[in-house]
């Protein structure tokens, strides 16, 4: 869980693991090819009427697909959810997370120095107190 998150990132219930995922993965695997892509959005207002389901948690279950090879080579983009076709479609997808996380890294590395600069106290060697 991320802290501040706790709600959003907890790990998934027995009701996602039993009935969510098994939806989901029936459903993604039919999404092959960027122009049968479906969005977050789309899902929920699917499964609203019969499934208890939010956005947050449809996004935390598609992640327990993808890190368990549910539907292999299931990516996202601003166009939504759908599995590649391509190595090129899977690379692609694959650069832009690492950009991603190289991008997150920094903004942790400035904080961090930031952190440090602001609240980190220099010793006084004139004023031992």
Do not use: H, W
Not at 18 to 27: D, E, I, K, Y
Not at 80 to 103: H, I, K, P
Request: contains cysteine; proline residues 2%.
């Amino acid at each position: 869980m991320l802290k501040g998150f706790e709600k959003q990132t907890e790990e998934l219930n027995a009701y996602e693991l039993q009935t969510l995922v098994p939806v989901l993965v029936a459903g993604l695997r039919c999404k092959v090819g960027k122009r049968c892509a479906v969005t977050n959005k789309y899902i929920v207002r699917m499964l609203k009427d019969k499934y208890r389901v939010s956005d947050v948690r449809v996004r935390k279950v598609i992640n327990y697909i993808r890190l368990n090879a549910l539907v292999p080579c299931l990516v996202a983009t601003s166009d939504g959810y759908y599995v590649a076709q391509t190595e090129d479609e899977l690379r692609d997808y694959e650069q832009s997370l690492y950009g991603r996380e190289c991008a997150i890294r920094n903004v942790r590395l400035a904080i961090a120095k930031q952190r440090e600069q602001t609240f980190t106290r220099e010793p006084n060697l004139f004023n031992q107190n």
